[in-house]
């Protein structure tokens, strides 16, 4: 049986298409290590909606 890891996975979230106010959501998910980054993360992601490389936030 495999060992249970550090990893988990997280769901991003587009800030400025938040504050942009239109429909739809940006979100992506991916995994991280809870033990080497404990904090949340903040990646630069495309934006379909958006059309543009923008910063997508770690949500819970």
Request: net charge positive; aromatic share 4%.
């Amino acid at each position: 049986m495999a060992k249970r890891g550090n990893r988990i996975q997280v769901i991003l979230e587009c800030t400025e298409h938040k504050e942009s106010g239109q429909p739809g959501t940006s979100r992506y998910i991916t995994t991280k290590n809870k033990k080497n980054t404990p904090e949340r993360i903040e990646l630069k992601k495309f934006n379909p909606i958006l059309k543009k490389m923008t910063v997508h936030k770690e949500i819970k």
